[in-house]
């Protein structure tokens, strides 16, 4: 068989590394985005063992040192308008901000991942009675939908994380959708089912390994969207209820303090920017070390 | 023996016009097929682009539902008699683009290995089939088998795929312009491939290609396909002597000569292959044929037979049909 030898010698001698281990090596290669994504996980860190780092209670308020400036004696990020030590509220008000930009796209992910792919895979009427379901959601802005769900559901933070919900719903639907739509019509999924293979199993094989990729990064990117509108929520009164301490919130109610302690008043608006930055460009990231497959 | 017979195969498709509407016509993709193959042999089917080739392959393996016809696999009715999963497992497909028709982020064991997974088999046991047809089809399995696509070139992944439509022991391999996309080298170690492993496995091969030195080449018998339909159908040398429709006489004519002196300077046919939607009645090539004549285009033209098992769709092939070129009905 020399015939054979010269077809393998032609080869590129590219060496047998599989395709996660090759995007991880290619993510960890870029600077940028491990250093967002160290900060996330700080962040997250943080919020977990947040009792044992904040130096202070974030609920103790005093009367008599409302509003103190960066830097005051026993207030090392100054205090809010009811004299709660604006750092341990900032450390503690990570968990719930967090959480509230996090579950949402998780749980969207899911449910949404899962429509999309059965509209993309079964095409037809069911792609048809899916997508247009969807795309009445579609109609109106997500800020719009999010406070609306909200506000009929009354404000807490479980409600304004089903509203979140439903608002990336539909967007992930529609990438799931299309992703699964052009991998449905590759050759290798005609030559699975023409192997006799059942829906389930190429879905399962050949359809989620190709399709969760795309809709993952994708996902990540509302991360940042989420964060921001769950603050949004809260700044609006229908999210967490005072007194829990939540960065969105927070902006709200140091609103009336931004004349006479603007630096104080602008640290949660600047630890979301932080975080929704940070999410913005690891989801980048992740994109650009997936995109180099072939 | 009979291995596959098919008999009048047909897909319309039609085309969406506005929103509602099924207004826009329909497109004769697979027009009233009927062949048979022998078991061992290698039918190529050849034609242009768009004349219903790679529609007649998916038809077999039912990728695409047929319309109408009957597919009988060792006699049993494909659907009724031959449950669909039997039917897939004996006839296997191997596609042209060697990169969309393996998963990308499967190994090229676990990619062969998928079909007898699901057919029951034990994973360890398909993985050691899968082992054992890449050593087969030439690659190693300890270098290759935990191989990603992307890391093989073309003439190895056509390898993979063709490991891949062995794994079920299918007894009829469909290539769909299998060796089209690769390198001529290549192609060639490909093509000997496949013959070698068509001997060692018993196989019956639907060979399709544009390449009608390589059909040649694969081919005991050879299928013309136009527009939908068979224009000539019947034994390879007897096809290529292309003395029987004028389609493939001149399909044939277009064949890159070797022999400088044998070159011609005139195209062999003028004008593109009429509109497949909604064609006119009678035969589909009369629009461009030198010898049509109006009883050309006045009904359906069935296939004669001209010579031993060969058949031809074309009036002039047909004693007594009222063609001027025809020869007078036998008495």
New interface residues.
Partial sequence: ?S??A???Q???A???Q??WRAVTSRLLRDKLTVACALVILGLILMAVFAPWIAPDDPLKSSIFKRLQPIGAPGFPLGSDELGRDMLSRLIFGARLSLVMGIVPVLCALGIGGLLGITAGFMGGRTNTAIMRTIDVFYAFPSVLLAVAISGALGAGVLNAILSLTIVFIPPIARVAESVTTQVRS???V?????????SF?IIR??IL??VMGPVFVYATSLLSVCMILAAGLSFLGLGTKPPLPEWGLMLNTLRTAIFQNPWVAALPGLMIFLVSFCFNLMSDGVRAAMDV?? | MTLLAVNGLRKHFPLKKGLLGRGGGTVHAVDDISFDLTEGETLGVVGESGCGKSTTARLLVRLIEPDEGQIKLEGRAVGTAMPLAEARSKMQMVFQDSFASLNPRLTVEDSIAFGPVVHGLPRPRARERARGLLARVGLEPARFANRYPHELSGGQRQRVNIARALALQPRIVILDEAVSALDKSIEAQVLNLLLDLKAEFKLTYIFISHDLNVVRYMSDRVMVMYLGKIAEIGPSESVFAGTHHPYTRALFAAMPSMDPDRRTQQPPLIGDPPNPINPPPGCRFKGRCAHAEDICGRGDIALTTAGAAHRVACLIAQPGSGHSSAPARAA
Avoid: F, Q
């Fill in positions: 068989m015939a054979v010269a077809d393998i032609t080869a590129p590219a060496p047998a599989g395709y590759l050759d290798y005609e030559a699975a089912r023409a192997s006799g293979a059942g199993a094989v050949h390994g190709n497959t072939r």
